[in-house]
Every structure is written in C-alpha cells, then in structure tokens.
DNA sequence: CATCCATATTGACAAGTATCAATTCTCGCA
DNA sequence: TGCGAGAATTGATACTTGTCAATATGGATG
C-alpha cells in the first residue's frame, strides 16, 4: 500500500477489538508485560505480538525490556494526537 | 460478520483515507451532496456511494433527500460518540 | 558456554475490504 | 405516464489483514 497518512494510521491501529482492548487495559496502568495480554483475549501469542506491532508502529505504544519480560506503555504523545484529530473532526478541546 | 464492538465500527469507518476526507469535509459544512464528493478523491461513484454507507451504518452521517440530490451531514451524536471513545483512551474531556 | 524463557518473525491461509464496470433503483418533472 | 439524472446495488477482482503453527531470536542465568 502507499505511505500512509499517520491519521488514518493510528484510527487504523485502533479500530480493531483486541488493539483497542488492549489500549483500554494500558491507559489504566502504567506498563503492562506482553505476557500477560493473552489473559484478556482468546488469541495465540504471536497474534498478540503482531498486534504490538501494529500499535508501536502506529506510534500508540511503546516497549521497554525489563528484566526477561518486554513491557508496554501508552505512547507520550499518544493522548495529544488523538486530541488533534478529535480538533479536526469534532471541535473537541482538550482540558490538560 | 459477527456483532462489533461499536467503538471499533466508529474507528474502523473513519480508518480509510476517502471516508476520512468525507468526514473531514463534512465538519466545516451543513451538508453536502453526494455528488460533491467526487471532486475531492478520484474514485468513482459506486466507490462513494459505497463509503458514504459505510459511514451511514456506523453512525458517522445521516443522509436526507432535498429534491434531485441526496445530502450528507455528520451525525447529531457523533461527536459526543466521539468525545466518549476519547473519555476511555486519553483522559479526555469534552469543553461543551 | 549452554540452556531456558519470553518475545518476535515467517509462512500459510481464510476472511474482509476497496475498487470499478455494469446494472438497477428512485425520484422529480415534462 | 414516461424520461432522465442522481444514487444505490451487484458482481468480479486484487489487495489487505487477522490468525495460528512452526521456527527463530535474544537476553538472563546457571
């Protein structure tokens, strides 16, 4: 497929039920291993790193190594991009 | 297709670059005619026709009849759905 | 260094989707 | 009532995506 534009990206990395199942379960915690993902879903191991994926490189999450387990985290900037498409298509605000 | 998460139905009809052209172009007018969506994208107008259902059944517009065309205008609710996706993934709040 | 565990990648396949050409439907209007 | 224009549907096709089994990778630790 062409490039993408990154809006289109990140409503495409969520608008999936296990990506946004996820999300859901990361924006109430601060880090969550990628192991213990497959207690939400009923979906294999490699679908659930394949999902990851999808969302690092939508830029919704990041990862960091600690110790064996590779935990993620919401993106940074994650909230301020959902903002600024939300401004563009709902006039929303964001309150801080 | 099984029943979706409706949540994911929004973000899945806003997730492709025609429909969120459509819908782009919809918050900064009253309504346009379906006609009027061709000059934007070049896809043909079984593709139009196809998108604007997409975003129909969503929940994303709503159609009416004004004599010879059809007109398409964002949802009355859309942005608060909006605004309520958003609550559960940023923190979000709406400034009314 | 060897091994083990957690994660990622590969390969394959089924299902979903975007697109267009051709056709059909549906009003408004003469 | 019949015609014409705008919009929707149908059918076909190529592309994308979600999924799993099998395999590979890469640190931690003995």
């Not at 946004?20 to 109430?28: A, D, G, K, N």
């Not at 064996?68 to 498409?85: C, E, K, Q």
Request: a neutral charge; proline letters at 4%; aromatic letters at 6%.
């Amino acid at each position: 497929m062409k490039r993408r534009d990154p809006d289109v990206a990140l409503l495409s990395a969520l608008a999936d039920p296990v990506r946004l199942s996820f999300v859901r379960q990361l924006v109430e915690s601060d880090g969550i291993c990628a192991c213990d993902f497959s207690e939400c879903c009923t979906v294999s191991q490699p679908t659930i790193s394949h999902h990851l994926k999808v969302l690092r490189e939508a830029g919704v999450v990041v990862s960091e190594r600690q110790g064996t387990n590779i935990v993620y985290s919401l993106a940074p900037d994650f909230s301020r991009r959902w903002a600024g498409i939300g401004a563009s298509l709902a006039g929303l605000v964001q309150v801080a």
